[in-house]
């Protein structure tokens, strides 16, 4: 047996009975760093090894088995400490005889050895063990230990007939629990002496001697005194038979129990400040007193409280109160007030609870209320018990007032309680409101052996339950019908139900409590559970307005563990775009989803067999260029596995969808996508026609994905935004969705997903990128790939503009003559390959990019011979300065080169503006009309452009950091020539002829 780094190895040599003699064996067991916990879990050690041998044979009606050799050495729970184990045992099992049946009869175990530890060099322990029994009952005759344990002499005798009964006698001296149990750690010294019974008819504590103290998992305890209790189920009054103590103290941490006196005047203190002490997930504090006195007449009065309650994440109470006198006599009266608040499970919560007892034992009154934000409740009970102890009364008030409906009891209805049976009678009864009732028609009994419940609803309002609804879901609507239960031992119970509710609406919350939740509307939801031979038949029926027609009619067989079930399923005319709210990033949906097929397997692991169909369908996404329709999907589903075959169009490209779909053991997905023309468009900034051939290979659970293929991209339009998106402050009102997670630590804990990409990317001769006042065309071919968990895709490849252009940046010209981005290894980071220049009076100025994408090398050049800081400002401003030399040269300069920045500056930030001067232009008749920004001699200008007729332009310039305007009218008389007239500080009229040499 191999378990982990570890082992158990053997071998046996068997004997097997004939006629001559009985069964008899040999074996032998060895150990290597073999760890026990994983199959005994509370062992004290986790690593053994050593070794043992064993033997047996066999006797009329018993089994001997003897364990010699013991030599094993193991290494105790939290810490180095290593224990060594010698000795040897015999163990008996005895049986009875043929004509008895054969059935186990008793044991018995005989162990002497020897615990040793390393650490302590005199540790040499002595253990015995002699233990026997029988189904009914285990005798410790002797359990010894002096040795590392520290020292335990104990005996005892427990019984398992009618209820329990022990008989125990211990004696510690400095014992360490955590050698024979890992879970308990710590020390003990002390007696104690203890026999009772605890059964359905007598309880029975006897604490003879106690007088304990130590330590268990690090915490204080300490144990003194003698108690002796006697609760009989047929003593009447809610006081024991006999209570006595003599300075009683239970304490453990910092929480502790006190009880002294007898019958005749007893008191018992509670003080628990740190209830977290006592068990895991436990908190909250508990504290107050319990006083019984007998004379001058019999009187128990209590005082008990508890603050902060809770128990892990399944219940939270802020306070509980009880307070008042216990029933202690058939004539003495007593009250008795419970008192809660804020009792919580997840997100429901009872604001306010209140119980009170008032009466005597053959007469008293019940009352119970409590109340909420939605809804309160009342309910009070009058009866008392008699000689035999069963307890005969009524229900005599019922209300129940959601705050948008009240029912309310309308008749009393008898409660019979026989305590001897455990049998539980409540009569025929009807809760009712204005327009609607619900009534127990027969009356209630459950018991013990059996039960039977049948009630009746008319016009019952779901929406008065809602505070009793599971957490996130809503459901209005009438409900009427019956159902009726019944159950006896030894029988299978028998169901009989039909629940039909009828145009009202179904609510789903959204996961953050400030998103809108989602409703659907429904005309009716019916709902059949009948008990048949073969086990509970249910048949569900849905009609509603949006999303069609369905029914689900199967039958579970509920006396088998794995709840095998049998089925039809079916359903029509399903609208999709109900499921939009659902799925995030979905601006529109639509189509019809069908499906009718068979349901087997088990409630817990369910198997279809059956057929998908989705007509018509369409989808578009909001954050992705995706907008498909006339999607026509059809798939089988056979059990485990699914085939898919579709299609669908993208503008009036067509598109193919196949594979398959596997969950058999680790679920797989395998698509083709086949497609032509498909379109991709996201306005303004992608309009595209693909043609792709990708063949996706998805492991879910084991995070591996692979993705094969090509995508062609013969015709695409790609547009530069017309400005970027401003920079927003988080405002002060931002909600935080969810808080207290480290966002590196999840990303550092969740598993990669192993991706292997081979993608071919290639771009026509119509893919078009279209900004700087240009339109710029682009070719080349793109091999991508991913290996692993890299989390940065590859490429090889190149793209680039396919003829020279002219491009537009912060108010200049330029020819665009090269530009190639070469990649050979990520994606995000290419060889750059870029040329541009213009023409500045007769010279040639440009720029060339080399390098890669994040470290760019730019040098501007020119064949005029300026510098590079010259030929940068002729470049911007379109101009090269021919001023004098010396300071007013430099001071020029320097006014240009601010002049240059500023009209950039106002370039940039008018660039997004295009798009509404142009509606205004056309408004206006103007054609290109635009704002845009030049450095001009000592001065910016930001100037307004258009053209009145294809051959007339106006200008309008506002001087920026002068107060002078200037009015600009130019008229293009032919090719080559055109008149300019301008109005400023001065008027002119200027003829312009241009040529090329």
Same mark, same amino acid.
């Given at each position: 047996?191999?378990?982990?780094?570890?082992?158990?190895?053997? =071998?046996?040599?068997?004997?097997?009975?004939?006629?001559?003699?009985?069964?008899?064996?040999?074996?032998?067991?060895?150990?290597?760093?073999?760890?026990?916990?994983?199959?005994?879990?509370?062992?004290?050690?986790?690593?053994?090894?050593?070794?043992?041998?064993?033997?047996?044979?066999?006797?009329?009606?018993?089994?001997?088995?003897?364990?010699?050799?013991?030599?094993?050495?193991?290494?105790?729970?939290?810490?180095?400490? &290593?224990?060594?184990?010698?000795?040897?045992?015999?163990?008996?099992?005895?049986?009875?005889?043929?004509?008895?049946?054969?059935?186990?009869?008793?044991?018995?175990?005989?162990?002497?050895?020897?615990?040793?530890?390393?650490?302590?060099?005199?540790?040499?322990?002595?253990?015995?063990?002699?233990?026997?029994?029988?189904?009914?009952?285990?005798?410790?005759?002797?359990?010894?230990?002096?040795?590392?344990?520290?020292?335990?002499?104990?005996?005892?005798?427990?019984?398992?007939?009618?209820?329990? &009964?022990?008989?125990?006698?211990?004696?510690?001296?400095?014992?360490?629990?955590?050698?024979?149990?890992?879970?308990?750690?710590?020390?003990?010294?002390?007696?104690?002496?203890?026999?009772? %019974?605890?059964?359905?008819?007598?309880?029975?504590?006897?604490?003879?001697?106690?007088?304990?103290?130590?330590?268990?998992?690090?915490?204080?305890?300490?144990?003194?005194?003698?108690?002796?209790?006697?609760? =009989?189920?047929?003593?009447?009054?809610?006081?024991?038979?006999?209570?006595?103590?003599?300075?009683?103290?239970?304490?453990?941490?910092?929480?502790?129990?006190?009880?002294?006196?007898?019958?005749?005047?007893?008191?018992?203190?509670?003080?628990?400040?740190?209830?977290?002490?006592?068990?895991?997930?436990?908190?909250?504090?508990?504290?107050?007193?319990?006083?019984?006195?007998?004379?001058?007449?019999?009187?128990? %009065?209590?005082?008990?409280?508890?603050?902060?309650?809770?128990?892990?994440?399944?219940?939270?109470?802020?306070?509980?109160?009880?307070?008042?006198?216990?029933?202690?006599?058939?004539?003495?009266?007593?009250?008795?007030?419970?008192?809660?608040?804020?009792?919580?499970?997840?997100?429901?919560?009872?604001?306010?609870?209140?119980?009170?007892?008032?009466?005597?034992?053959?007469?008293?009154?019940?009352?119970?209320?409590?109340?909420?934000?939605?809804?309160?409740?009342?309910?009070?009970?009058?009866?008392?018990?008699?000689?035999?102890?069963?307890?005969?009364?009524?229900?005599?008030?019922?209300?129940?007032?959601?705050?948008?409906?009240?029912?309310?009891?309308?008749?009393?209805?008898?409660?019979?309680?026989?305590?001897?049976?455990?049998?539980?009678?409540?009569?025929?009864?009807?809760?009712?409101?204005?327009?609607?009732?619900?009534?127990?028609?027969?009356?209630?009994?459950?018991?013990? +052996?059996?039960?039977?419940?049948?009630?009746?609803?008319?016009?019952?309002?779901?929406?008065?339950?809602?505070?009793?609804?599971?957490?996130?879901?809503?459901?209005?609507?009438?409900?009427?019908?019956?159902?009726?239960?019944?159950?006896?031992?030894?029988?299978?119970?028998?169901?009989?139900?039909?629940?039909?509710?009828?145009?009202?609406?179904?609510?789903?919350?959204?996961?953050?409590?400030?998103?809108?939740?989602?409703?659907?509307?429904?005309?009716?939801?019916?709902?059949?559970?009948?008990?048949?031979?073969?086990?509970?038949?249910?048949?569900?029926?849905?009609?509603?307005?949006?999303?069609?027609?369905?029914?689900?009619?199967?039958?579970?067989?509920?006396?088998?563990?794995?709840?095998?079930?049998?089925?039809?399923?079916?359903?029509?005319?399903?609208?999709?775009?109900?499921?939009?709210?659902?799925?995030?990033?979905?601006?529109?949906?639509?189509?019809?989803?069908?499906?009718?097929?068979?349901?087997?397997? %088990?409630?817990?692991?369910?198997?279809?067999?059956?057929?998908?169909?989705?007509?018509?369908?369409?989808?578009?996404?909001?954050?992705?260029?995706?907008?498909? &329709?006339?999607?026509?999907?059809?798939?089988?589903?056979?059990?485990?596995?699914?085939?898919?075959?579709?299609?669908?169009?993208?503008?009036?490209?067509?598109?193919?969808?196949?594979?398959?779909?596997?969950?058999? =053991?680790?679920?797989?997905?395998?698509?083709?996508?086949?497609?032509?023309?498909?379109?991709?468009?996201?306005?303004?900034?992608? +309009?595209?026609?693909?043609?792709?051939?990708? %063949?996706?290979?998805?492991?879910?659970?084991?995070?591996?994905?692979?993705?094969?293929?090509?995508?062609?991209?013969?015709?695409?339009?790609?547009?530069?935004?017309?400005?970027?998106?401003?920079?927003?402050?988080?405002?002060?009102?931002?909600?935080?969705?969810?808080?207290?997670?480290?966002?590196?630590?999840?990303?550092?804990?969740?598993?990669?997903?192993?991706?292997?990409?081979?993608?071919?990317?290639?771009?026509?001769?119509?893919?078009?990128?279209?900004?700087?006042?240009?339109?710029?065309?682009?070719?080349?071919?793109?091999?991508?790939?991913?290996?692993?968990?890299?989390?940065?895709?590859?490429?090889?490849?190149?793209?680039?503009?396919?003829?020279?252009?002219?491009?537009?940046?912060?108010?200049?010209?330029?020819?665009?003559?090269?530009?190639?981005?070469?990649?050979?290894?990520?994606?995000?980071?290419?060889?750059?390959?870029?040329?541009?220049?213009?023409?500045?009076?007769?010279?040639?100025?440009?720029?060339?990019?080399?390098?890669?994408?994040?470290?760019?090398?730019?040098?501007?050049?020119?064949?005029?011979?300026?510098?590079?800081?010259?030929?940068?400002?002729?470049?911007?401003?379109?101009?090269?300065?021919?001023?004098?030399?010396?300071?007013?040269?430099?001071?020029?300069?320097?006014?240009?080169?601010?002049?240059?920045?500023?009209?950039?500056?106002?370039?940039?930030?008018?660039?997004?503006?295009?798009?509404?001067?142009?509606?205004?232009?056309? +408004?206006?008749?103007?054609?290109?009309?635009?704002?845009?920004?030049?450095?001009?001699?000592?001065?910016?200008?930001?100037?307004?452009?258009?053209?009145? +007729?294809?051959?007339?332009?106006?200008?309008?310039?506002?001087?920026?950091?002068?107060?002078?305007?200037?009015?600009?009218?130019?008229?293009?008389?032919?090719?080559?020539?055109?008149?300019?007239?301008?109005?400023?500080?001065?008027?002119?009229?200027?003829?312009?002829?241009?040529?090329?040499?």
């Amino acid at each position: 047996y191999v378990a982990g780094k570890g082992s158990l190895s053997g =071998n046996a040599v068997v004997e097997l009975p004939d006629e001559k003699r009985q069964l008899k064996w040999k074996a032998a067991l060895n150990a290597k760093d073999f760890n026990p916990q994983m199959v005994a879990e509370a062992s004290p050690v986790n690593l053994l090894n050593g070794k043992l041998q064993a033997s047996g044979y066999a006797k009329p009606n018993q089994q001997i088995i003897q364990l010699q050799g013991i030599d094993l050495t193991g290494k105790l729970v939290g810490n180095n400490e &290593t224990v060594h184990l010698t000795g040897q045992s015999t163990a008996a099992l005895l049986f009875n005889d043929e004509k008895a049946g054969g059935a186990f009869k008793g044991y018995a175990v005989n162990y002497d050895g020897a615990l040793k530890a390393s650490q302590f060099e005199a540790s040499q322990g002595t253990l015995n063990l002699k233990l026997s029994g029988t189904p009914e009952f285990i005798k410790v005759t002797e359990l010894k230990h002096n040795g590392v344990a520290g020292q335990i002499n104990a005996s005892g005798l427990v019984h398992f007939i009618h209820g329990i &009964t022990w008989d125990v006698n211990a004696a510690f001296i400095r014992f360490k629990p955590q050698y024979f149990a890992s879970s308990v750690k710590g020390e003990l010294s002390g007696v104690v002496k203890t026999k009772g %019974t605890w059964s359905d008819a007598l309880k029975r504590i006897n604490i003879e001697s106690l007088n304990l103290a130590g330590t268990l998992n690090n915490k204080p305890v300490r144990g003194t005194g003698n108690l002796a209790l006697v609760l =009989n189920s047929s003593e009447k009054g809610f006081l024991p038979q006999q209570f006595e103590a003599n300075n009683l103290l239970l304490a453990y941490a910092k929480n502790q129990v006190q009880a002294t006196g007898n019958a005749q005047n007893l008191r018992l203190n509670i003080n628990a400040p740190a209830l977290y002490e006592i068990y895991a997930g436990l908190r909250g504090r508990a504290y107050g007193y319990l006083n019984i006195q007998s004379q001058p007449r019999l009187r128990a %009065t209590a005082n008990l409280a508890v603050d902060n309650f809770g128990f892990k994440d399944l219940i939270d109470m802020r306070k509980l109160r009880i307070v008042g006198q216990l029933p202690t006599s058939e004539t003495t009266p007593s009250l008795l007030t419970a008192k809660m608040e804020s009792l919580r499970s997840g997100n429901r919560e009872i604001q306010q609870g209140e119980i009170s007892l008032a009466g005597i034992r053959k007469a008293h009154l019940l009352k119970v209320s409590a109340q909420n934000e939605k809804s309160k409740f009342y309910v009070q009970l009058a009866g008392g018990f008699n000689a035999q102890n069963d307890w005969l009364g009524q229900i005599q008030k019922g209300d129940f007032d959601s705050l948008r409906a009240r029912l309310v009891q309308r008749q009393s209805a008898a409660v019979v309680y026989n305590s001897a049976k455990a049998d539980l009678l409540i009569g025929a009864h009807c809760w009712m409101s204005q327009q609607s009732q619900l009534c127990f028609d027969q009356p209630i009994r459950v018991s013990k +052996t059996r039960g039977n419940i049948s009630f009746v609803t008319q016009n019952l309002d779901l929406n008065d339950f809602a505070a009793f609804m599971p957490e996130g879901l809503a459901i209005t609507g009438k409900l009427n019908g019956h159902a009726k239960a019944v159950w006896a031992q030894g029988s299978k119970p028998k169901i009989d139900a039909r629940l039909v509710t009828r145009n009202g609406e179904i609510g789903l919350a959204a996961d953050d409590p400030q998103d809108m939740g989602s409703t659907l509307k429904y005309e009716q939801v019916a709902l059949v559970a009948k008990s048949i031979a073969e086990g509970l038949q249910i048949r569900l029926d849905v009609k509603t307005p949006e999303i069609g027609v369905g029914y689900a009619n199967v039958v579970i067989d509920p006396y088998r563990d794995n709840l095998p079930m049998r089925g039809e399923i079916a359903f029509d005319q399903v609208q999709l775009k109900v499921f939009k709210p659902f799925i995030a990033d979905v601006r529109s949906m639509g189509g019809t989803l069908s499906y009718a097929g068979k349901i087997n397997g %088990t409630l817990k692991a369910p198997l279809l067999t059956g057929d998908v169909r989705l007509k018509d369908g369409s989808i578009s996404m909001i954050s992705l260029p995706v907008n498909l &329709t006339n999607i026509q999907l059809y798939s089988a589903i056979r059990q485990d596995q699914a085939t898919i075959n579709g299609a669908f169009n993208s503008g009036r490209g067509v598109g193919t969808l196949t594979g398959t779909v596997d969950w058999k =053991n680790d679920p797989r997905i395998q698509l083709q996508l086949n497609g032509e023309n498909l379109l991709i468009r996201q306005a303004p900034l992608i +309009t595209a026609l693909v043609t792709p051939k990708i %063949t996706l290979d998805v492991l879910p659970l084991s995070k591996k994905l692979t993705l094969n293929g090509e995508i062609q991209v013969p015709r695409a339009l790609i547009s530069m935004p017309e400005a970027s998106v401003p920079v927003v402050n988080v405002s002060s009102d931002v909600r935080v969705v969810r808080e207290g997670q480290n966002q590196l630590a999840i990303l550092n804990s969740a598993k990669p997903w192993d991706i292997r990409a081979d993608v071919m990317v290639g771009l026509g001769n119509q893919v078009v990128f279209q900004g700087f006042n240009s339109r710029i065309p682009l070719l080349g071919r793109l091999y991508l790939s991913q290996r692993g968990a890299e989390t940065a895709m590859r490429a090889n490849g190149a793209i680039g503009v396919s003829q020279k252009v002219k491009i537009e940046a912060y108010g200049q010209s330029l020819d665009l003559n090269r530009a190639i981005a070469r990649f050979n290894g990520v994606l995000s980071n290419p060889t750059l390959d870029v040329d541009a220049n213009k023409n500045v009076q007769g010279s040639t100025v440009g720029f060339r990019v080399t390098g890669t994408a994040t470290s760019p090398n730019i040098q501007v050049y020119n064949d005029a011979g300026l510098s590079e800081q010259e030929a940068l400002n002729a470049l911007i401003t379109g101009r090269i300065n021919e001023g004098t030399t010396g300071l007013s040269q430099t001071e020029g300069f320097k006014s240009d080169v601010n002049n240059t920045i500023a009209a950039a500056g106002i370039s940039l930030g008018l660039g997004g503006t295009r798009a509404f001067t142009n509606q205004i232009g056309r +408004t206006f008749g103007l054609s290109g009309l635009a704002l845009d920004a030049q450095g001009t001699g000592d001065d910016t200008q930001v100037s307004l452009t258009g053209y009145i +007729t294809p051959d007339l332009y106006i200008r309008y310039g506002v001087g920026v950091f002068t107060p002078v305007n200037k009015l600009t009218l130019r008229y293009q008389m032919n090719k080559r020539m055109y008149l300019e007239a301008s109005q400023s500080l001065e008027r002119a009229i200027d003829v312009f002829y241009n040529w090329k040499f």
